[in-house]
């Protein structure tokens, strides 16, 4: 768990292949205000899931802090891999059954996960996926690695890899003149 947790910070904070250290990961996270959500929400995850008394139940509260303050809603018992890139954090939600692979991209207004809490099954989410704004992703489905989702797209099945996926929606405009 700790070598993930500086893979993460080192590819989405520090942003370079120099080796990984803790005095640059702090300096990137305080000089770098892009960079903050990513530092303390690795930190405070990684602690969560350590699951030691106190410091679970003061990472929890932290991580439900962060999600209020970025206006959104991330599980932290949801596996997300490194790399990830938030574009525009607003309404953001990211369900606790959710195992979301390396360097994914989410842009604003997306739902992933199932539909009710104990439904069963997981979304599953591949490497170098790219995900439009006010996307739902719902149900227990897998979508493959280097899939490119468009914005405003409903997906509730299985997407093979290498796949572009949208929701083809056509607007009637009528006018009338008065």
């Known amino acids: 768990m700790y070598l993930h947790l500086k893979k993460c910070l080192q590819k989405e904070v520090v942003k370079n292949d120099n080796p990984f250290t803790w005095t640059k990961t702090l300096h990137r996270a305080i000089k770098c205000p892009d960079r903050r959500f990513y530092f303390w929400f690795r930190i405070w995850g990684y602690l969560f899931k350590a699951r030691k008394g106190f410091i679970h139940r003061l990472a929890k509260k932290k991580l439900i802090k962060l999600n209020h303050y970025y206006a959104m809603d991330i599980s932290p018992l949801a596996t997300i891999g490194e790399g990830l890139e938030i ?3 607003p309404g953001l939600v990211i369900r606790p059954d959710c195992v979301i692979g390396k360097n994914v991209v989410l ?3 997306i ?3 199932q539909k009710a809490r104990g439904d069963g099954g997981k979304t599953v989410i ?3 996926v790219n995900i439009g704004a006010g996307t739902c992703i719902i149900g227990d489905i897998t979508i493959g690695s280097n899939v490119t989702i468009g914005a405003m797209s409903f997906v509730n099945k ?3 890899d290498n796949h572009t996926v949208y929701t083809r929606k056509e607007t009637i ?3 009338r003149e008065n």
């Open 173 to 175: 405009l009528v006018l």
């Open 87 to 89: 574009r525009h954090f």
């Open 107 to 109: 842009r604003q207004n």
């Open 126 to 128: 591949g490497d170098n």
């Open 158 to 160: 299985d997407v093979p």
């Open 111 to 113: 739902t992933i996960g």
